[in-house]
């Protein structure tokens, strides 16, 4: 079993498209699943950190490895090292930053960049040089771990950037620190203004802005598994096509989230049916239970399948890092998402199930439905009190019975035509701008 | 054949380059009749002919008298040498009063100095002349009476030609450019004789004689001269020479080569010996004139290894550069190999390899398939391979990547089509091969002058392949995508798409096809890369069958069998249409795009997978719309195929693809798996497939599957109810299994019935609407269409404005075969990929700008972090 866990482990897939320090959480989370022996993260944690400025972290970790007191020579230097760098870039970027500790100063920013510029120049002698370093100061506090503080300065900086690569470059910067920072609305605030800028700016190659997408979808897995609406956003996100055709070239093992969304979120229904078909072309190039799932409820109707999936399923989710948030709950710890999608997915398997069948026998049906009889009887009339379902139970047979839904004819040709009149709407306004636009021409 | 004769055009003439040759030896009668009809028809024929001033006129007349003596001679005809001589007399006494040339024109001094020549030669065969008739040998007595006469007066200049033929020659040059011309095409002529079949006639070899008598001389020249007294100067000189001799008249090719050939090895400077080399190489390959022909094998061999010692020389004198652009100056080769800076060398070694390529695709493409001698030729390709790898290399070194790009393009198509097995017992011979051409090369060296430069064999003579074939291509593959241009990429990514194809793995190879947008733009590529096309879809189709993707398969394939073009499509033959003639011009055309055999797709196997998958899909359709026929077409072939076997009135046992699937079919029509699967079981194509057994296991399995869907459909109105286990018992398939593809027919609306789970029976609802209310869906679905047209219409005037226009028509991808039903366009219109580009919408992928590139975000993701 040890070993299928391992299989569905996704972080060295994922790890590559993130930046070092979100790795980390990543690892935190598989220390305590005890997916892997201790050593091997803590010497994987080392390696992460050797290239960042975190080196006390990294002395501790050391220790607690080999079990010694000492670190090693070439940790103490690189300390001494960052510390050097740190104070000359502290010095380089000392004027703006005191600037910008000034409330009263502050208050003398306007909306307009060029006036700013000119104003800073003037009145404080400051000028790209200053402004370039606070950058540099800014990435430095990030690589110490000192988010806060690179968040804050790098968003002073971007009011008065004005090269466009640079900017985007401290976007994902305030991104990547607000996602460690945990300020789920903040990040997710930034992470929309990275995708705008992604879409809209031209990329040297479409193979860059395929990348920068894939970038964004796995920083943005942090954001949407914890954001209270991510599993709406996470859809409206990856469904859309430029990034399904990005996961799909490049980053197939994002499906698993995606799909864990679609399963959770009842609202998306509609656009499940495409998701269906994307799955069934990735058949070959990734497969994960959550995924298969999906499969077997809704290609192959294989409802003993679904069954052992959704236990498969269980399993994957508790030792996802992104999937498995715990929540303590007194001497409990619950996955909250587990729970959502177990109940998520029965749904699924009952709701198919009955559209086929015209008769069931309760006591099948609560097998299937991983449930004693008396609560699957209960969850069945509380379905059909809700008016989920159009059913009847027969308790004499114990079965429920189907009313027959035969679709009204009547019903059915009004579904036909109704979208032709929107549709037709559409061409004529269509046609008209069309025209105009020659006009205007 | 020669221009020659081909100028007359009418169909006697046509003929008469190889009668001639055949008959004249034996019948001198009729020959005569045949030189008097070609004088004739000369004059008639040359009618496009434009006036000339009155000086050419006289000269052409004479020309032709004097290309009729050759004749006469070539055939031992004195009576009409005779005649001619006469004429061209005549004629020289016109020429020179117009001319007003006190000396006579060197092609009449040239014409005495050969007929006197071919005289002696003539009396000294006291036998021959024996055995000529009296009228011959007459005239062969008052010939050489004339000529010793005629000849007196003309001694100092007949002198001076025999001592310096080649300015001679010049002079000659310059003056008649016409005449050379015509005079060149004789000679090919000649020389293509001399090549292809030594004894002619008696005749033709005494004059081929002196011919070699003459060129022997020159040789003797090259070879007598003392080496140490060979300088640069003089090997420049001589080597002008014989380039300037090169194409003209009184050279034989092969002789050219030899002299060349000699030259490379008493050349002085490494520099001078590439540029030599270069002119050898150019040579050879003049040596096979016209583009139907192909290089004879030896040179074929001689030439590549030329190009392994040019590239010997590059690389350890790394100095030296080729290029093609510049003219370098003329003493550029003099300077010697320590020389500081670069040294430029006028040459192209990518034309050189591609030509060496298509050389051996010719040589290949002329000889049986069936013989041993085709084998003994697939071997040479290693040979191939090892020079395109150390040329790939060298530009590598040098970092042109552009031109190694194009050189790894040959190397990736000669090793696409290879499956694995193919592929390692190359590289076994690839082994082997070594070894003996060690031997071979001991032998070579022992030759009787070693050259003044000698270099080193630095680049090694057998490729190196990767274990496998896929690496390899990997390799190549991306080096292309990195450098290559449009063409080179999108032909590096058929073969790419056809070799993962081979190997079955067709994900990937459909990926690629969707991402690289190759069938959008297909139709505007050339006519070669579109058979790769067709190719790289035929071999999609075959893999989507062996995997078991029917649906996909089809769709792939379908195209290709639309119109019956199959051969032509993928130039595996010619295929004869009644309806359309062609003319030979594009028959000549059509097959110099042939493939060569080994490369072949098995076409029976092709035949057979498409219409297998056509059945599998067209049979259970045609069961559930069996009330309104002909409403939805999957495969219009299958249907047309299925009529006419309909039609006959008694079948016979099957025999053929066709037939063998046509009583697939009909077995399969009544549900009876049993039978369809025996028949098609009994086909010999599958012995062709590598897991033959677990494909027909598949094969079986989707016949039963579609058995079942085809009965269900069928006999459903006949149930109230159908037990599931009954069901699974009737078609031996499993009960889940029964149940999935029953849900799923339920699920899609296509049965109207559904489960009763205590019981384990599908109950059928009985679905019948009234006459008003069939119309009337009848007439929603007409609106519908209608609306659909409509944005149609729209999107194609204002250029695809709606995007969700497109994702509407995506949800109902229904029939491929509609959009596929295309026109008969020609070459082209076999490749809009009606039906596969439907699917490539549906696929999701639309919209993405990037072609090759794609590939390289998995092999570069990661990059950050």
Known sequence: ?441 | MSRFFAQGGSDSEDESDIEEEILEDQNNDINNRYLQDNSDDDDDTDTKRVIKPTKDKRFEEMTHAVEQMKNAMKINDWVSLQENFDKVNKQLEKVMRITEAVKPPSLYIKTLVMLEDFLNEALANKEAKKKMSPSNSKALNAMRQKLKKNNKLYEEDINKYREAPEVEEENELEDEDDEDEEDEDEEDDDSKEAVTDEGVGDTTDTRWETMLNKKDKQMEKLLSKDPKEITWDWVNQKFKEIMAARGRKGTARFDLVDQLTHLTKIAKTPAQKLEILFSVISAQFDVNPGLSGHMPIKVWKKCVLNMLTILDILVKYNNIVVDDTIEPDENETSKPADYDGTIRVWGNLVAFIVRIDTEFFKILKSIDPHTREYVERLRDEPMFLALAQNIQDYFERMGDFKAAAKVALRRVESIYYKPQEVYEAMRKLAELVEEEEEAEDAEEESGPISSFIVVPEVVPRTPTFPESGRAMMDILVSLIYRNGDERTKARAMLCDIYHHALMDNFGTARDLLLMSHLQDNIQHMDISTQILFNRTMAQLGLCAFRVGMITESHSCLSELYSGQRVRELLAQGVSQSRYHEKTPEQERLERRRQMPYHMHINLELLEAVHLIGAMLLEVPNMAANSLEARRRVISKNFRRLLEISERQAFNAPPENVRDHVMAATRALTKGDFQTAFEVLNSLEVWRMLKNRDSILEMVKARIKEEALRTYLFTYSSSYESLSLEQLAKMFDVTEAQVHSIVSKMMINEELHASWDQPTRCIVFHEVQHSRLQSLAFQLTEKLSVLAESNERAMEARTGGGGLDLSSRRRDNNQDYAGAASGQPRDWSGQNRGGGYAARAGSGNRGGMQMDGSTRMVSLNRGVRA
């Open chain 1, 1 to 441: 079993m040890a070993e299928t866990k391992e299989n569905y482990d996704l972080t060295p897939r994922v790890a590559p498209n993130l930046d070092r320090h979100l790795v980390f959480p990543i690892l935190e989370f598989l220390q305590e699943r005890q997916l892997y022996p201790d050593e091997q993260i803590l010497k994987f944690k080392i390696e992460l950190l050797n290239k960042t400025n975190m080196v006390d972290y990294a002395m501790d970790i050391h220790k607690s490895l080999y079990h010694t007191e000492d670190a090693p020579q070439d940790m103490v230097e690189r300390r001494a090292e960052v510390v050097a760098r740190l104070k000359s870039l502290e010095e380089a970027a000392a004027p703006l930053v005191t600037f910008l500790l000034n409330p009263a100063a502050v208050q003398e920013l306007r909306a307009d960049k060029q006036y700013n510029l000119q104003m800073l120049k003037e009145r404080y002698q400051i000028g790209p040089d200053q402004i370039e370093a606070l950058y540099q100061y800014a990435k430095f506090q990030f690589e110490c771990g000192n988010y806060s503080g690179a968040a804050d300065y790098l968003y002073q900086y971007r009011t008065l950037c004005s090269n466009l690569e640079r900017s985007l470059s401290a976007l994902w910067g305030k991104l990547a620190s607000e996602i460690l920072m945990q300020n789920w609305d903040i990040a997710f605030e930034e992470l929309n203004r990275v995708k705008d800028i992604i879409d809209s700016k031209s990329f040297a190659s479409p193979l860059n802005q395929v990348q920068n997408r894939i970038w964004l979808m796995h920083w943005g897995l942090y954001i949407f598994f914890n954001h209270d609406n991510g599993r709406t956003q996470i859809i409206d996100l990856f469904n859309q096509d430029k990034y399904l055709n990005a996961i799909q070239t490049s980053a197939p093992h994002l499906l698993r989230y995606l799909a864990t969304a679609f399963i959770v979120n009842k609202r998306k229904r509609p656009q499940l049916k495409e998701f269906i078909k994307v799955i069934q072309q990735e058949h070959y190039s990734y497969k994960d239970p959550i995924v298969e799932f999906l499969a077997c409820v809704f290609v192959n109707y294989d409802f003993d399948g679904a069954q052992k999936k959704m236990k498969e399923c269980e399993e994957v989710i508790v030792n996802d890092p992104f999937l498995g948030k715990r929540v303590e709950n007194g001497n409990f710890s619950t996955v909250p998402l587990r729970d959502e999608f177990l109940e998520n997915a029965r749904l699924f398997i009952f709701e198919t199930y009955c559209r086929i069948h015209q008769r069931i026998d309760m006591g099948v049906l609560a097998e299937k439905l991983n449930l004693n009889y008396e609560e699957a009887e209960r969850w069945i009339v509380n379905l059909i009190r809700t008016s989920k379902l159009d059913a009847k139970i027969d308790s004499e047979a114990g079965t429920v019975i189907m009313e027959p839904t035969q679709p009204n004819v009547h019903e059915q040709l009004i579904n036909h035509t109704k979208a032709l009149s929107g549709r037709t709407y559409k061409l004529v306004t269509q046609l008209l701008e069309h025209t105009q636009g020659q006009a205007a021409r």
